[in-house]
Structure formats: structure tokens, C-alpha cells
């Protein structure tokens, strides 16, 4: 079974402090791993994938497969990056599945 | 620019009655969602469809049912709606190219359902 576990429901964190967002991750096979967020009054959508490989919003997530986490990084916080965010799993073995997500961490910057 | 729309942002229903839910994508995408977000919860499928006319539950089926009569327009409908289905509703398209390959995600803006 596929499962995405994100252990923080909040997380709060200075202006010009470190960002780490959790995401642990169940999946036998060759998985898929996103990260998704939604600011305030927005639509969720995606952040990055990690099949990219990119840096969104100064933002990077590493699939480390011994650890099976796909943690979600920032060097320093910004207070525009307050949100809601998803990390969300993909079992590539599987064909077309649908995405699992996590049950989310909400991020508060604080000035 | 992908473009998903749902019908209503707001909704406010009596316990038993028949409620849809539309959503409408315009980038011919295939494959489409519907997910319901809870606080603590995060997002749960409900159902889900990749072509017309065809559609597989998803992890939490019971009290919906779902059509897709046309390619862009994948409807959630609440036969005899209770309570504990008061949410918010996200619909999801996303372009299905390769087999193999998961594409993104695409979401409309949700519709609040509150059910009295």
C-alpha cells in the first residue's frame, strides 16, 4: 500500500530561519514524490516534483530512497512562503494511479 | 494556461438533499479527480476518471457517485446529502501522455459545501 506520512500539522519558523517540511514516504516500488501548496485564497498546485530535479521558490526536496523521505527545503524563509503544504506520492510500477497525499503541514513565517 | 473551473464556491445544502458539483477543464485533459480536503486530513480521493465514461472509486466512494458524459466536464453528485459530507471539494485534471509517466496535477478553485 502506498502511504505519505507528513509528522509536523504546523510548523512555525522566523523570517530568515531554515525550512525543513517532513515527508516520509511508503511505497515498495519506484515512486514518484511531489510537493503541492496552497497560499491563502489560492488554488493548491504544484511546487516541485522530484523527477525535475529543480528549485522552485528557492525550494528543493531531495528523494533519498534508503530513508524513503522526500523532505522539503528552504536556506531562509520568507513570509510570502506561509501555506498549506501537501507532499504527495505517485507509485510509477502501478501505471496510471492517482496521487496519495500527505495530510499536510501548514507553514507560518513569522516576521 | 490550464484552466479548471468548478460551478459554485460556496453551497449550502439541507441533510437529504441531491447536490452536484461540476467541473469543467479546458485543456482536454484526461485524466480528472474529485478530492475532498478536511482539516487534519489533508486530501482524499473520492473518485476519479481517465476517459469518457468511465470512472474508479477512490479511497472514500461512499455517499457520491460521479459522471463524465463529456471529456471536459467530470460531475460529483451527492445522492442524499449528509452532515459529515460537509467539506471543501477540490476537482483535478491532469494529461495522461505516457503510461508511465505521472503528470501533474491541475486544480480548480474548490467548492465549500456545507450541509445543514
Known amino acids: 500500500a502506498q502511504r505519505v506520512t507528513q509528522p509536523e500539522k504546523l510548523l512555525s519558523v522566523f523570517k530568515g530561519a531554515p525550512v525543513e517540511l517532513k515527508c516520509n514516504y511508503s511505497?515498495?516500488?519506484?515512486?514518484?514524490l511531489f510537493w503541492y501548496v496552497q497560499y491563502s485564497r489560492q488554488r493548491l498546485q504544484l511546487l516541485l516534483r522530484?523527477?525535475s530535479r529543480e528549485s522552485i521558490k528557492g525550494f528543493t526536496a531531495d528523494l533519498n530512497k534508503g530513508e524513503t523521505s522526500f523532505h522539503l527545503k528552504k536556506p531562509f524563509a520568507q513570509e510570502e512562503d506561509s501555506a498549506m503544504y501537501y507532499c504527495?506520492?505517485?507509485?510509477?510500477?502501478?501505471?496510471?494511479?492517482?496521487?496519495?497525499f500527505g495530510k499536510g503541514t501548514r507553514l507560518s513565517v513569522i516576521a | 494556461d490550464v484552466k479548471v473551473t468548478q460551478s459554485s464556491r460556496y453551497l449550502v445544502k439541507r441533510t437529504g438533499e441531491k447536490v452536484f458539483l461540476e467541473c469543467v477543464q479546458d485543456?482536454?485533459?484526461?485524466?480528472m479527480f474529485w478530492y475532498r480536503q478536511d482539516p487534519g486530513l489533508g486530501l482524499r480521493l473520492i473518485y476519479f476518471?481517465?476517459?469518457?465514461?468511465?470512472?474508479e472509486k477512490g479511497d472514500i466512494p461512499e455517499g457520491y457517485s460521479v459522471s463524465r458524459e463529456k471529456k471536459e466536464r467530470f460531475s460529483l453528485i451527492l445522492e442524499s446529502a449528509s452532515t459529515n459530507q460537509t467539506s471543501m471539494y477540490l476537482c483535478?485534471?491532469?494529461?495522461?501522455?505516457?503510461?508511465?509517466?505521472?503528470?501533474?496535477?491541475?486544480f480548480g478553485p474548490g467548492t465549500r459545501l456545507l450541509v445543514l
Open positions: 483535478a485534471s491532469s494529461q495522461q501522455q505516457d503510461w508511465a509517466k505521472v503528470e501533474t496535477q491541475y
Open positions: 511505497y515498495s516500488g519506484s515512486p514518484e
Open positions: 522530484h523527477i
Open positions: 504527495a506520492l505517485s507509485g510509477r510500477d502501478s501505471g496510471n494511479t492517482p496521487l496519495v
Open positions: 485543456m482536454d485533459h484526461e485524466n
Open positions: 476518471s481517465y476517459d469518457v465514461k468511465m470512472k
